[in-house]
């Protein structure tokens, strides 16, 4: 596991590297310490001189497989950190005692190493954190709160809670109870921690100013009860911070520098400094604190990515699982072939903006491509097969069963100085073609095979058509063709006979049976779910076509995994869970050019 050095090619610069570069030039954080794991003010004073000159995080919350808006906030909160000297941290954001599972945490630990980073430091220390680690602080820290006279307990019932917090025309008004003493309200909140009331009865609220303008400060909730089991912590607590409270107090118990999050959080960043700002009042947390920095989410077209939305196609059986090649998630797209460098390059190309925008679906394609078009091993396949028959070959080879030797390079472009790689198949008296490269009354301007017609087996001989075998129902069952002698591939006489095409071809000795999953866009609509569609009426019927396909001998030696292009039609890979050597099964990433832009 390494984080991928960063290229020598100068990056875009971005608001957040300007931010980032005008903090170093500063020294923003210039002999900031780090007390060697999170904690408070005091353990950091007690650590060395940070060695990272600027901390991120990426904060899943372990309540779901994680997607490709989730692989750009990754690409961006790693990939700053290392072009800066800093460090990541991965932290489970699990503060919610419900949703969470193991499940999940092992998913997105899978997920990020996969995508090819690291939350290792030099030293080889590991900041992987979960933020129910941090729980005892915050019990504190609002107990500090309320000792200031900063937070109350409120008794209201949730629907007077939510009336009174007005609304954007509105001001707020007081809760009855806003004005208890600090003693009653740490004796109540004591309570409440002691599971002495049920759920619902009594929040901890900050008391800020419930005419604020922002609603965010008109007294948010910062603790509320739940009698639920947290997978970390047990039974030990009953009462569990809000997530806008709880998210600055984690930040800054990892001495988090930039706290980098999408544009949805842009009203909460009034809250987020004035916990922070209260808690270094009282010497709580170290210095500098963390700030947060939004940028817009991403979008991408053909695809939902709410995980509620995506949950539902898994759970109605819509898709076969949270990898179905066809999902946005990372597995999804692991799945379907995507490598973890066009994940990245796609991320890096899209940059990062406080625009809202939408992403076409065809760049990450076009970043797949760029990635496979040199380093894919070619071969070649049919996945519509028709037989053809060589009815001259006895005749010209001594033999019905003769096989001749055929070659074709196996990656197009070879090193200078080496010889290419290549791959090895057989030419004999039968092989498979496509069934659209027969045409018996050949359409205006057909080149492929009819009567008459010459076309080249690529990396084999030079045929010429000569008629078809058709069943009672008048479908073509055989192709006939004869081979011209003389003309085989990478002989002298090989440019003898000029033909206007050259088909692919698998041979009927040596070919394989595999299946090929043929994935295609999931949603007809290029934004299914915006503005109110119903995103389940706009499912494709044509997302996945399966074809009994045959395929060149060299893919028997294929890994689950191995991507290739199928010469003419694209790119592929051996599935990840289903490819067994003896059964292949290959499924298309995407097709050799954008076949969307023009339809
Ligand atoms: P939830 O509704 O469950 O909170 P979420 O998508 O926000 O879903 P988190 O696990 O909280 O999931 O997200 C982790 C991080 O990923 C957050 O910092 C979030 O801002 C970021 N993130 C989520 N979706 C996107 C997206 N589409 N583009 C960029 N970043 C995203
Ligand atoms: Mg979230």
């Keep these: 596991m390494s984080t991928p050095a960063a290229n020598d090619t100068p990056k875009p610069t971005n608001f957040l590297r300007q931010i980032i570069e005008a903090d170093l030039a500063r020294g923003t954080h210039a002999g900031r ?9 005091e353990h950091h004073r007690q650590g060395s001189v940070d060695t990272a000159r600027i901390r991120t995080r990426f904060p899943p919350e372990p309540n779901g497989y994680l997607h490709v808006g989730h692989a750009k906030s990754i690409c961006v909160n790693f990939g700053l950190a290392r072009d800066y000297g800093g460090i990541c ?9 419900e949703k969470e599972e ?3 945490v092992d998913a997105i630990v899978e997920a990020v190493r ?3 980073f690291d939350w290792r430091d030099a030293d080889g220390h590991e900041h992987l954190y979960y933020a129910s680690d941090y729980f005892d602080f915050m019990y504190r820290a609002a107990e500090y709160l309320i000792e200031r006279g900063l937070a109350y307990v409120d008794e209201q019932s949730a629907e007077a809670m939510r ?3 007005g609304d954007f025309t509105t001001p707020g008004t007081d809760s009855p109870w806003r004005g208890r003493s600090i003693e009653e309200n740490l004796a109540r909140f004591r309570e409440m921690r002691d599971g002495k009331l049920p759920e619902g009865a009594a929040v901890l609220r900050a008391k800020i100013d419930m005419a604020s303008p922002n609603i965010n400060l008109r007294d948010p909730a910062i603790y509320r009860i739940k009698h639920a089991e947290h997978h970390n ?5 009953c009462i569990y911070p809000m997530y806008t409270y709880a998210h600055p107090i984690e930040d800054a118990l990892e001495h988090i520098t930039h706290s980098i999050c999408t544009l949805e959080f842009e009203d909460q960043r009034p809250f987020y400094d004035w916990v922070l700002d209260r808690l270094k009042e009282g010497g709580l947390i170290a210095q500098p604190q963390p700030r947060q920095y939004e940028f817009a989410r991403l979008n991408l077209t053909y695809v939902v990515t709410s995980k509620r939305k995506l949950k539902h196609l898994v759970d109605s059986g819509t898709l076969s699982g949270w990898d179905d090649p066809r999902m946005p998630t990372i597995v999804g797209l692991r799945r379907r072939g995507f490598t973890p460098e066009s994940i990245r390059d796609f991320c890096e190309r899209i940059g990062v903006t406080k625009d809202y925008a939408w992403i076409d679906y065809a760049l990450l394609e076009a970043c797949l491509r760029d990635d496979l078009e040199a380093r894919a091993p070619r071969a070649m396949v049919v996945l519509d097969p028709l037989k053809l028959e060589l ?15 055929c070659e074709l390079p196996a990656l197009p472009h070879a090193r200078e100085g080496e010889a290419p790689p290549l791959r090895r198949f057989t030419l004999g008296r039968e092989t498979w073609i496509e069934r659209e490269d027969f045409a018996e009354n050949p359409p205006k301007g057909y080149k492929r095979l009819f009567p008459g017609n010459r076309v080249r087996l690529k990396g084999g001989y030079v045929i010429e058509c000569t008629g078809c075998e058709k069943d009672a129902d008048g479908n073509v069952t055989r192709v006939l063709a004869t081979v011209v002698e003389g003309t085989k591939s990478g002989t002298p006489g090989a440019d003898s006979v000029k033909v206007k095409a050259a088909i692919t071809w698998v041979g009927v000795q040596d070919g394989l049976q ?13 934004q299914p779910d915006a503005g109110g569609k119903d995103y389940l009426a706009l499912l494709s019927p044509d997302s996945l076509k399966v074809a009994t396909a045959w395929v060149e001998p060299s893919l028997a030696k294929a890994q689950p995994e191995a991507r290739f292009q199928f010469e003419r039609f694209g790119y592929f890979v051996a599935d990840q869970r289903d490819h067994r050597p003896e059964r292949p099964v290959f499924n298309r990433i995407t097709g050799l050019k954008d076949s969307w832009g023009g339809r």
């Design 89 to 97: 941290h991965l932290r489970f954001d699990d503060t919610n005692p």
């Design 391 to 405: 009815t001259n070959w006895a005749e010209i080879f001594g033999s019905a069963d003769h096989l001749e030797q």
């Design 514 to 526: 595999a299946e090929v999953r043929l994935y295609d866009r999931l949603f007809t609509d290029p």
């Design 102 to 104: 193991q499940e999940y």
């Design 163 to 165: 009336a009174s917090r």
């Design 114 to 116: 996969w995508l090819g």
């Design 33 to 41: 310490r780090w007390g060697g794991s999170p904690g408070d003010a």
């Design 233 to 237: 912590t047990g039974n030990r607590w």
